[in-house]
């Protein structure tokens, strides 16, 4: 399995928040590794926030600690969030950054703006989501969608809703960085 290092420690905290839940379960490290089958070195360092998990792994972790992957996100009641405020994740994916929209929304949906570079891609691989439905929108540039055996592509304006468990994957195939929005529901 390919890790993903994470050059600073990511701002919404997801791996002190793994610890916390694991500690609070009374789960060790190593039964929450027996569990999802990962590695113990690289569970240690995403409890540490110095790896960030994709979306698989990511819902590997929960499972084994019995949780939905949006539990890992504070749910405050009502929040504003300025676009140079919205912490940071990374979700796995290659040639991009990720800004979190959608504290506050108790688990109802995750909103999260990607601006992706040319050639960025979300893996070598399609992927599903333990969610019920994904929409996706592109504000600038072009995305392409790859849901199984189809490809659409995207340009400024468009959408495309799909069901989260079908596998998928998407890629910029533009010259220019695209600017997308993503939203899941229910929040991973």
Request: glycine share 8%; proline share 5%.
């Amino acid at each position: 399995m390919k890790t993903r290092e994470v050059r600073e420690k990511t701002e919404a905290h997801i791996g002190a928040r793994v610890r916390a839940i694991r500690q609070q379960k009374r789960l060790t490290l190593e039964q929450v590794v027996q569990k999802s089958g990962l590695d113990k070195s690289y569970l240690s360092r995403l409890e540490r926030d110095l790896a960030a998990p994709s979306v698989a792994t990511l819902v590997r972790v929960c499972e084994a600690l019995g949780v939905r992957p949006g539990e890992l996100f504070d749910p405050p009641q009502t929040r504003l969030v300025r676009a140079e405020q919205a912490p940071l994740v990374n979700f796995g994916g290659v040639g991009l950054s990720e800004r979190l929209l959608s504290q506050g929304l108790s688990g109802e949906l995750m909103v999260l703006r990607s601006r992706i570079d040319p050639g960025g891609h979300g893996g070598e691989e399609l992927y599903t989501l333990d969610a019920d439905v994904s929409f996706v929108t592109v504000l600038r540039g072009r995305l392409e969608m790859i849901v199984e055996d189809a490809h659409y592509f995207l340009e400024e304006g468009d959408s495309i809703t799909l069901s989260s468990r079908i596998p998928h994957n998407w890629r910029n195939p533009g010259d220019e960085e695209a600017d997308v929005l993503w939203v899941t529901s229910p929040f991973l």
